[in-house]
């Protein structure tokens, strides 16, 4: 008997591929027959018939059988559909493809075609990554699984966990190519604390290391800082070039190429670029420049997401929290017999004007009032959109069912929509694992002392945070499987619903609201001479609690707090700009330079500095009387700039292109200027990919050399200084301007 953590698993062709963790450290692969399904759906049933006896078809398809699945949500019964088993689980959308080429339009259904293979088994089996598990028989695999899903006090392995960084031989200022021999290569064993270095006279040499000394770490999780870009496919490419096989993975087989670099894709309405990924089988690679759960919630967020989404590690790292989302839900589509289908079906119900005028407005509802404020109490409801979802059960298939045409359950200011009386939607059932876990792990946090487990709690329910976030975008993505828009709507009419009861509950107490928006309100007593103590707030959260029925709490007491307004527009404030000091001392601030990650160094961190300064007032009168302090940082801070004192590192600003390098050419921006050197330096961006850029003459608008792409800056690099201290100006008016307090021109030296 074997028993361990499942800790990776893929498709390999007709088989999968299991590696189990062991408590002594082992790690053991298992195999087992199994291959994806795909379904067809016909209203004209002979149609099977056609598709089993295709020859191009049966070359793809092992076994074949029709089964009773439903084929939408919204189905009261099930149909008899085509089962069809791959011979090769990886070529589902291949063999999905050959099937639409042989028919019209609409004539046939295809479903299950574009998820995962192993994400579909462990629907199939009921089982998760790090999953503890015993198998008794290695031939034929039998889940016995001594572990739950929604336990918050797992056991884990301990991992042997490694970074990996290549070094190309390069000199200052040129771009690294795959043409570049390796410099040196650095190992860094987390286990041990210790580094590895690799340098040796030749390429052979330096991959002969390489490969010896990760079989003797023999490492679970290998991050590198850009391993799907750059340093995997820089190192398959030296390793061809030298005739060596690169392996790195625990099974005997060389690392290879992907044929494609990578794919820019649309996001929430901004594009994105993810290169194509490198797989090393038995070890899991975490590129962290590819990882949005890494950065934000580390290694423990990224096994809490695996274990509940139902993804294998090596995909969770990369994929989008929508991506993550919509797997939990396959899940429990797959547990209702449900299929998945392979194109987005549901359409969006017709709306009169009225309605689509109160559906527009989203979430906002009291736009911030600009300037500054003192005395200002922040309550944030706890997961609101989720919580809505969940308790009114809202989805796809409950929001204007079919089956409830008179149904008491209504939405709010939406005449024409209701909810469904008889069925719990798929939407809510997902939620429902995250919401309550969540809810569990920030208990736990709280209430334990130890700060490492504190950390991992957090970490936990930071990645749930991420996933219950994204949830309500998803449910009106046209492009989600089970989203529909007019849910996504309900979902909106419901929040503002909550949020007019909490503002009229906030005035009844006296309150008056400053700002509400989505899931939060800014209030403050109407008497301001009052002196108020937690209770009162506490009071005011408890009565909105009832009110509501929805969790909030109290944020805190601001001392003071500033509403920014817009950079084109002074008199419009922007949600989600402001800055403030808590009752504590703690600032806390919101989309402001320091707090953006496309502001160069330099500049964020001085505005951090000014505002540590303004946390250690108690009032606004107080923040006045600082100002000839504050006047005289900004005087120094441009002393620098002046005297070409700041490091080019420090001024770099970070981009993420919209479209690809060779549409930058209309307009000669800074930006298409950096995005057009780096492209004759043979570098081409791609939609999605990430600019980093220098300004060093800013003003000659017909300069080809306005700016230069951080990757062709050397020791030779000039700043323009006048450039960089106009912005060191706007940067301190950001926290200055609300407090009416203007700059001298040119301060002091
Ligand atoms: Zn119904």
């Avoid at 953590?5 to 390999?12: E, S, V």
């Avoid at 209430?447 to 490492?452: R, Y």
């Amino acid at each position: 008997m074997i028993s361990g953590w499942l800790f990776d698993a893929y498709a390999k062709n007709n088989k999968m591929v299991f590696w189990i963790k062991q408590k002594n450290g082992k790690t053991t692969r298992l195999e087992g027959e199994w291959s994806h399904p795909i379904y067809v759906a016909a209203d004209d049933k002979s149609l099977f018939k056609t598709i089993i006896e295709n020859e191009i078809i049966s070359g793809f398809v092992s076994s074949h059988q029709v089964l009773p699945k439903y084929e939408s949500l919204t189905d009261s019964s099930e149909s008899l559909v085509l089962q069809l088993r791959l011979k090769d689980s990886n070529k589902a959308v291949k063999l999905a493809s050959e099937i639409e080429k042989m028919f019209r339009f609409g004539q046939i259904r295809i479903y299950n075609v574009d998820v995962l293979p192993a994400q579909t088994y462990f629907y199939e089996q009921d089982i998760f990554p790090l999953a503890y598990c015993q198998i008794y028989d290695k031939s034929s695999i039998k889940w016995n699984i001594k572990d739950d899903v929604w336990s918050t006090d797992y056991e884990l392995p301990i991992f042997s966990n490694v970074h990996l960084r290549v070094f190309p031989k390069i000199d200052e200022g040129k771009i690294p190519r795959y043409t570049d021999r390796i410099g040196h290569i650095e190992i860094q064993n987390y286990m041990t604390g210790e580094t590895v270095e690799i340098e040796e006279e030749s390429e052979a040499d330096i991959f002969g290391r390489l490969m010896k000394e990760i079989a003797d770490i023999n490492p679970d999780f290998m991050l590198t800082d850009d391993g799907d870009s750059f340093t995997f496919p820089y190192l398959i490419e030296r390793a061809n070039h030298n005739s060596i096989n690169l392996e790195l993975g625990k099974e005997k087989s060389p690392l290879i190429k992907p044929r494609k670099e990578g794919t820019s894709y649309f996001s929430y309405g901004r594009i994105f670029f993810k290169p194509s990924t490198i797989k090393l089988p038995g070890r899991i690679h975490i590129d962290t420049d590819n990882s949005f759960i890494i950065a934000e919630s580390g290694l423990q967020g990224l096994y809490e997401l695996a274990r509940i989404c139902r993804m294998p590690f090596h995909t969770a790292s990369r994929a989008s929290i929508g991506k993550c989302m919509s797997s939990l839900q396959f899940y429990y589509a797959t547990k209702q017999n449900v299929l998945i289908p392979w194109k987005p079906t549901l359409s969006e119900h017709p709306k009169n004007l009225e309605e689509l005028i109160i559906a527009d407005r989203g979430g906002m509802i009291l736009e911030p009032r600009i300037g500054v404020h003192e005395k200002v109490a922040e309550l944030d409801f706890v997961s609101l959109y989720p919580s809505i979802m969940q308790k009114m059960n809202i989805s796809a298939e409950t929001v204007l069912c079919r089956c409830c045409l008179d149904s008491k359950l209504r939405v709010p200011q939406l005449d024409s929509y209701y909810r469904c009386e008889k069925r719990r939607g798929l939407v809510p059932k997902a939620l429902e694992i995250l919401l309550t876990k969540r809810k569990i792990y920030k208990k736990l946090r709280n209430s334990v002392s130890d700060i490492k487990l504190k950390k991992i709690y957090d970490s936990r329910q930071t990645a749930l945070k991420w996933v219950l976030v994204t949830s309500f975008g998803y449910l009106g993505f046209n492009n989600a499987k089970f989203g529909r828009i007019d849910a996504h709507i309900a979902v909106c009419a419901f929040d503002r619903e909550i949020l007019i009861r909490t503002m009229r509950t906030a005035e009844w107490n006296e309150f008056e609201v400053l700002h509400a928006i989505v899931d939060s309100i800014w209030v403050q007593k109407k008497d301001r001479h009052t002196n108020l103590s937690q209770n009162n707030y506490e009071r005011l959260k408890d009565e909105i609690e009832t009110e509501t029925g929805f969790d909030i709490s109290l944020e805190g007491v601001y001392k003071w707090i500033a509403f920014v307004p817009s950079k084109d527009n002074d008199i419009v404030g922007v949600p989600n700009r402001y800055f403030g000091v808590f009752e504590d001392g703690t600032l806390k601030l919101r989309g402001i330079e320091a707090r953006r990650h496309d502001c160069p160094v330099f500049f964020s961190n001085y505005q951090q500095i000014i505002l540590n300064m303004l946390a250690e007032t108690d009032t606004v009168n107080d923040v006045i009387t600082m100002f000839p302090k504050i006047q005289d940082v900004f005087g120094k801070h441009l002393k620098l700039l002046k005297e070409r004192r700041v490091s080019l590192n420090e001024l770099v600003f970070t981009k993420r292109t919209s479209k690809n390098y060779d549409k930058y050419q209309d307009r000669n921006t800074v930006e298409n200027n950096a995005i057009l050197n780096l492209h004759g330096e043979g570098k081409s961006l791609r939609a999605g990919e990430i600019l980093k850029y220098i300004i060093i003459d800013y003003y000659r608008s017909n300069s080809k050399k306005r700016s230069i792409p951080i990757e062709l800056a050397n020791s030779r690099t000039k700043y323009d200084v006048k450039r960089y201290c106009e912005i060191l100006k706007e940067v301190t008016s950001t926290v200055t301007g609300p407090f009416g307090l203007m700059l001298k021109n040119e301060p002091a030296m």
